[in-house]
T-cell receptor, first 108, second 112 residues
Framework: KNEVEQSPQNLTAQEGEFITINCSYS?????LHWLQQHPGGGIVSLFM???GKKKHGRLIATINIQEKHSSLHITASHPRDSAVYIC??????????FGTGTSLTVIP | DAGVTQSPTHLIKTRGQHVTLRCSPI?????VSWYQQVLGQGPQFIFQ???????GRGNFPDRFSARQFPNYSSELNVNALLLGDSALYLC???????????FGPGTRLLVL
């Protein structure tokens, strides 16, 4: 079993839809990261969370430490949001574990 | 200011050879981490260095080693290459050890 599980694995949405990507983890963490990876490999760090909620533009990330769960929300989705979204956690031993990613396609 | 840079961008090696990948962090960043991403999978953590010391290590064999230099740049070395080492190798830097990471474009390694 992976330390980090993401769902769904693939997601197709119409432009404008509200999108939620979920991440569950099984290890004690010091931080959780949401990353965006575009075709070709480039990775952008979207959020780093250790508690609560963060918002950046149309992106919102939440984390529930007790339930070991995080969600990434995208409001008013746009085709340029199409990418793979990866959840990663840093455990208390300073190791990183990554989910396998959620491939999002937003259709105009 | 330049972001994280990695070299080379692409590399082809044969089984048994050795490879050195290089990473230059964002200016002022003291932490560098290395990741391996096999096609179709999420990244796997290899190493983290902070202030030239190893601060974290993933589940990789001893064929993988790394170091960080006084200017905070880093090298990842892989000995006795296997076909399964073919992957995108990503480097990320952060200001300090537990801050947001900024990723480089990666080095694509193909082992034949």
């Amino acid at each position: 079993k992976n330390e980090v599980e993401q769902s769904p694995q693939n997601l197709t949405a119409q432009e404008g839809e509200f999108i939620t990507i979920n991440c569950s983890y099984s290890v004690g963490i010091s931080a959780l990261h949401w990353l965006q990876q575009h075709p070709g490999g480039g990775i952008v760090s979207l959020f780093m969370l250790s508690s609560g909620k963060k918002k950046h533009g149309r992106l919102i990330a939440t984390i529930n430490i007790q339930e070991k769960h995080s969600s990434l929300h995208i409001t008013a989705s746009h085709p340029r949001d199409s990418a793979v979204y990866i959840c990663a956690v840093r455990n208390t031993g300073n190791q990183f574990y990554f989910g396998t990613g959620t491939s999002l396609t937003v259709i105009p | 200011d330049a972001g994280v840079t990695q070299s080379p961008t692409h590399l082809i090696k044969t089984r048994g050879q050795h490879v050195t990948l290089r990473c230059s962090p964002i200016s002022g960043h003291k932490s560098v981490s290395w990741y391996q991403q096999v096609l179709g999978q999420g990244p796997q953590f290899i190493f983290q260095y902070y202030e030239k010391e190893e601060r974290g290590r993933g589940n990789f064999p001893d064929r993988f080693s790394a170091r960080q230099f006084p200017n905070y740049s880093s090298e990842l070395n892989v000995n006795a290459l296997l076909l399964g080492d073919s992957a995108l190798y990503l480097c990320a830097s952060s200001l300090v050890s537990l801050e947001t990471q900024y990723f480089g474009p990666g080095t694509r390694l193909l082992v034949l």
